[in-house]
């Protein structure tokens, strides 16, 4: 027996004790990175590679582009006294779905940023993070998301195939009723877009589907744990007009009956015809 430590070893139980968390909660790991300003934990989680979906700084690819993203968005969470809380999480199979709201300050001015990062593992050595987010609430416009998922083959069944649906015809009613009492649907900048109970929830999707037709919503991943459903997907019409595809991603909260409590949305849509 060696007298010196086996620090070879004890380099190895590290990794695999970092690996470990990482795998357990990959988007905390992901959060902290950019917390940190530094990447190290995920490349050593994820030595087979680290993808990125970023709505401002695009596709990352590589633990050499990682590290350049992190600190970058790191100097930005800094400019923006971004303070980041944590929604709700939606764990199934080999996906993960955290919703936050970013509370940033900047020249006295405060706004809340809700954003969904969705952490998929393609192997047991790397990961692929897609963020959802609409950039109104940080510089007061949209941006077009092109198409991260092609489209899959299964829809959801219960009070969220039934509000899919009706939202792909356009049919208020069914959308209201697929609603508990006190549901509410969120859009996706945030609390100035929260719709709760059955009368706001009508007037808000009466204004979207006024003129007819309904949303073309073409579901890639759906990543459900029994309360919470995520539904990634491409949007490329409305009410009857065309869009340019784009990406985006519904969570829709239960309630104990099998109602829904909430559907919050995390996209950059706008409406191509007047909703009010």
């Given at each position: 027996?060696?007298?010196?430590p086996?620090?070879?070893?004890?380099?190895?139980?590290?990794?695999?004790?970092?690996?470990?968390?990482g795998?357990?909660?990959?988007?905390?790991?992901?959060?902290?990175a950019?917390?940190?300003?530094?990447?190290?934990?995920?490349?050593t989680?994820?030595?087979?590679?680290?993808?990125?979906?970023?709505?401002?700084?695009?596709?990352?690819?590589?633990?050499?582009?990682?590290?350049?993203?992190?600190?970058?968005?790191?100097?930005?969470?800094?400019?923006?006294?971004?303070?980041?809380?944590?929604?709700?999480?939606?764990?199934?199979?080999?996906?993960?779905?955290?919703?936050l709201?970013?509370?940033?300050?900047?020249?006295?001015?405060?706004?809340?940023?809700?954003?969904?990062?969705?952490?998929?593992?393609?192997d047991?050595?790397?990961?692929?993070?897609?963020?959802?987010?609409?950039?109104?609430?940080?510089?007061?416009?949209?941006?077009?998301?092109?198409?991260?998922?092609?489209?899959?083959?299964?829809?959801?069944?219960?009070?969220?195939?039934?509000?899919?649906?009706?939202?792909?015809a356009?049919?208020?009613?069914?959308?209201?009723?697929?609603?508990?009492?006190?549901?509410?649907?969120?859009?996706?900048?945030?609390?100035?877009g929260?719709h709760?109970?059955?009368?706001?929830?009508?007037?808000?999707?009466?204004?979207?589907?006024?003129?007819?037709?309904?949303?073309?919503?073409?579901?890639?991943?759906?990543?459900?744990?029994?309360?919470?459903?995520?539904?990634?997907?491409?949007?490329?019409?409305?009410?009857?007009?065309?869009?340019?595809?784009?990406?985006?991603?519904?969570?829709?909260?239960?309630?104990?009956?099998?109602?829904?409590?909430?559907?919050?949305?995390?996209?950059?849509?706008?409406?191509?015809?007047?909703?009010?």
């Open positions: 027996m060696p007298w010196f086996d620090f070879a070893n004890a380099a190895e139980l590290a990794r695999r004790s970092t690996r470990a968390a795998h357990g909660d990959p988007v905390a790991q992901y959060l902290a950019l917390a940190d300003g530094d990447p190290g934990d995920l490349a989680t994820w030595p087979g590679g680290v993808v990125v979906h970023d709505p401002r700084a695009g596709d990352v690819h590589g633990h050499h582009h990682l590290r350049r993203f992190v600190k970058q968005s790191r100097r930005w969470l800094d400019e923006h006294g971004a303070r980041i809380e944590t929604v709700a999480s939606t764990v199934a199979a080999n996906r993960a779905v955290v919703e709201v970013a509370h940033l300050t900047e020249d006295g001015h405060a706004a809340t940023w809700p954003v969904a990062v969705v952490a998929e593992a393609t047991e050595t790397s990961v692929v993070f897609r963020t959802y987010c609409s950039q109104v609430p940080v510089d007061g416009r949209r941006h077009v998301r092109p198409p991260l998922l092609a489209p899959g083959v299964a829809t959801p069944e219960g009070a969220v195939g039934r509000h899919l649906a009706a939202l792909a356009g049919d208020v009613d069914a959308l209201v009723s697929a609603f508990a009492p006190g549901g509410y649907v969120r859009e996706a900048i945030g609390s100035p929260l709760r109970g059955p009368d706001e929830i009508r007037s808000f999707y009466s204004a979207w589907f006024g003129e007819g037709g309904g949303l073309g919503l073409r579901c890639c991943l759906v990543t459900d744990d029994g309360v919470r459903c995520a539904v990634e997907y491409t949007c490329d019409s409305w009410g009857g007009h065309r869009l340019p595809p784009q990406a985006g991603i519904l969570v829709y909260e239960r309630d104990p009956g099998g109602r829904l409590a909430a559907v919050r949305a995390y996209d950059d849509l706008e409406a191509p015809v007047r909703t009010s």
